[in-house]
């Protein structure tokens, strides 16, 4: 099946650094999306990618859809505790079709330490 | 108030037996899913429906069986043929105009 391929795997900072992770595929997508879970909780969205080469901000958290339509990257400035849990990047296999399943990488588990 | 509830948060059950697993919607959601996430694994597709009355297998859907008789509800139980039930299950649900998933706060199932 379709797969993403989300770096790093785990990342260990000092409060106060800048993350930057990333997503790629092999397949193009029309959309990306990134999601945070704080441990034993469910998935929260963040961003929300859907034009190619789009640049989004929510707070210090900043991601961008690659002009391939291959990949995506998420970065946090300034990390804070509250910054720890694991990134999910996420495409929809259809393009622009509601209702089909996300797809999901395997997660950018983030710890930050003050 | 309105939301995606998942029941309950802990789940413990005894090896063989079959468990059934909540998830309940007041947003008037059409799609529904459910997913399965084990350490370093990402969140795995086990079943989705986008109207009532019908549903479509995911990527690891044997052992796990689902209904959908109202808007509302999405239930999946977890049967004695799943080999490693335990895990973290997460429902989610989405508008069918728009690709984002929302997801409820999970069941982490423990068989024992």
């Known amino acids: 099946g379709q797969q993403l391929n989300q770096s790093p795997q785990s990342m260990f900072i000092q409060e106060g650094e800048d993350v930057s992770m990333n997503c790629t595929s092999s397949s193009i997508f029309n959309t990306w999306l990134w999601y945070k879970q704080d441990p034993g909780e469910g998935p929260v969205l963040l961003i929300a990618?859907?034009?190619?080469?789009e640049l989004t901000s929510n707070g210090r958290l900043t991601a961008q859809f690659g002009i391939t339509r291959k990949d995506s990257f998420l970065n946090i400035s300034a990390s804070i505790p509250s910054d720890v849990g694991i990134y999910f990047c996420a495409v929809s296999p259809m393009a622009n079709q509601a209702g089909t399943a996300l797809i999901f990488g395997k997660g950018t588990t983030l710890s930050v330490s003050s | 108030d309105g939301g995606i509830t998942q029941s309950p948060k802990y789940l413990f059950r005894k090896e063989g037996q079959n468990v059934t697993l909540s998830c309940e919607q007041n947003l008037n959601h059409d799609a529904m899913y459910w997913y399965r996430q084990d350490p370093g694994q990402g969140l795995r597709l086990i079943y989705y429906?986008?109207?009532?009355?019908?549903?479509q297998k995911g990527d690891i859907a044997e052992g796990y069986s689902v209904s959908r008789e109202k808007k509302e509800s999405f239930p999946l139980t977890v049967t004695s043929a799943q080999k490693n039930p335990t895990a973290f299950y997460l429902c989610?649900?989405?508008?069918?105009?728009?690709?984002?998933?929302?997801f409820g706060q999970g069941t982490r199932l423990t068989v024992v």
């Open positions: 990618l859907y034009k190619a080469g």
């Open positions: 429906s986008q109207i009532v009355n019908d549903f």
């Open positions: 989610a649900i989405s508008i069918v105009r728009f690709t984002e998933a929302f």
